[in-house]
Every structure is written in C-alpha cells, then in structure tokens.
C-alpha cells in the first residue's frame, strides 16, 4: 500500500531516476500472508537505512527497514510480528519478555 501521493513520488523520481518504477515494483509485490493474522498487510524486510531504501520504505508499507539485523524474512504491519515465507522456515515471534529464555528461573 503506497503512503505517499503522486506529488511525493513525482518529487524523489525527479532526484532518483527510476524511482517511481522501483515503487510500483515493490507496491504490487505479492507477499506472503501472515502466519499469525492473515493479514495480507505485509513487508519484506530490508536491512539498512541508506539512500534509496529509506525513500522506498516511506512510500510503501511493502517494506520494513531495520538499520540492523534481519529477524525473518518478512514483517506484518497489522500484529507486528516477523515470519518467514512459506519456504522459510518459523514464525519467529519477536514480543519481548513474554517467553522465558532456556534456563531462565520460571516465576
Ligand atoms: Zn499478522
């Protein structure tokens, strides 16, 4: 889903040759559903907030950025939750504090 308008786009292609062809790429990407919600809301994960991937992430929610570390392969924007494709392997639930580590004292 775009976040921006055509005047934005139109504004960044100016700077960035290809830009708007890039977000369209990605606008219609079709990505894997939640594992959790259903939700067809969903990113792919990019690590690294440079140049034109930090535009991309602020024009579509098809993308989430992370200025390090890659827990999955995909993001939902309505659990906020990481999974990995079909392919991929588990869902990794990234919620803090709610499991207890091996070997941590349960309370
Ligand atoms: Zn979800």
Request: some cysteine; glycine content about 10%; hydrophobic content about 30%.
């Amino acid at each position: 889903m775009l976040k921006v308008d055509q005047e934005w786009i139109d504004r960044v292609d100016a700077q960035r040759a290809g830009f708007r062809e890039t977000v369209e790429r990605w606008d219609a990407a079709d990505l894997p559903p939640c594992p959790s919600c259903d939700s067809h809301d969903t990113a792919r994960v990019s690590a690294g907030l440079v140049g034109r991937s930090i535009h991309l992430a602020a024009a579509t929610t098809k993308i989430r950025l992370l200025p390090n570390g890659h827990p999955a392969d995909y993001y939902c924007n309505q659990c906020k939750s990481y999974f990995n494709g079909p392919d991929g392997g588990q869902v990794k639930d990234m919620g803090q504090g709610r499991h207890a580590q091996i070997g941590e004292p349960l309370t």
